[in-house]
């Protein structure tokens, strides 16, 4: 079974700081990875999808990297803002499942303060 | 257009009853997914259809869960005889096609309270 691991839980940063969140996955047998933000009460925001033959997206100020063999992948924030708190959560598709089924970690709780 | 829309947004209910839970997907959206958020973890998997068909429906912690679609759009979570652990934040996800590279796209989720 797929597990999807994220590291750091928690991150508190003043704005304007450069970060990285990262996600890990024990079975590098995927479709693709997908970054999603999640706000307070709300659904999921889809930022940033890669497909396992891709090494990086990017959008904005926003950058994740994919690196199948080793089960990693690394979404990079450049300049945040107040605006950028939220969950971040990291999400992949295997190939040993159904094309629907997501496996999802538990997200990264980001806090930018002013 | 709308996105996914779920309904209720919050729904509190006593143990032992019966929920139905309800998820309208962005229009021509073909694939529809359940998925369920406890506190503090990521969304976990509960079913998938194709359609009018259930492709996947292998989330699904028991029987006291089913879900239809009966006309491939509309889809209902019923779950029966409800437990305090089935306290969670219910989304509800739609694709275009189900492909291998689809996005799906998340409604705003419904919080169930057994108390």
């Known amino acids: 079974k797929q597990e999807v691991t994220q590291i750091p839980a928690a991150l508190s940063v003043p704005e304007g700081e450069n970060l990285v969140l990262n996600c890990s996955f024990t079975d590098s047998a995927i479709y693709n990875l997908q970054w999603f933000r999640q706000d307070p009460g709300k659904g999921l925001t889809s930022l940033l999808l890669?497909?396992?033959?891709?090494r990086e997206q990017t959008s904005g100020r926003l950058n994740a990297s994919l690196d199948k063999s080793s089960g990693r992948s690394t979404l990079y924030i450049a300049a945040s803002q107040p605006g950028d708190s939220a969950t971040y959560l990291c999400a992949v598709k295997s190939r040993g499942s159904t094309l629907g089924r997501l496996y999802f970690g538990r997200g990264t709780q980001l806090t930018v303060w002013p | 257009g709308a996105g996914v829309s779920q309904t209720p947004s919050n729904k509190v209910t006593e143990k032992g009853k019966y929920v139905e839970l309800r998820c309208d997907p962005i229009?021509?959206?073909?694939?529809l997914y359940w998925y369920r958020q406890s506190l503090g973890q990521g969304p976990e998997f509960l079913i998938y259809f194709q359609g009018t068909g259930a492709a996947d429906d292998s989330g699904l912690p028991n029987d006291r869960f089913f879900a239809v679609r009966p006309e491939g759009s509309v889809s209902t979570l019923k779950i029966q005889r409800t437990e305090r652990g089935d306290s969670a934040v219910y989304l509800c996800?739609?694709?275009?096609?189900?492909?291998?590279?689809?996005?799906?796209?998340f409604g705003p989720g419904t919080r169930l309270t057994v108390l």
């Open positions: 890669i497909q396992s033959s891709q």
């Open positions: 996800a739609s694709s275009f096609s189900g492909s291998v590279t689809d996005t799906q796209y």
């Open positions: 229009s021509g959206h073909t694939a």
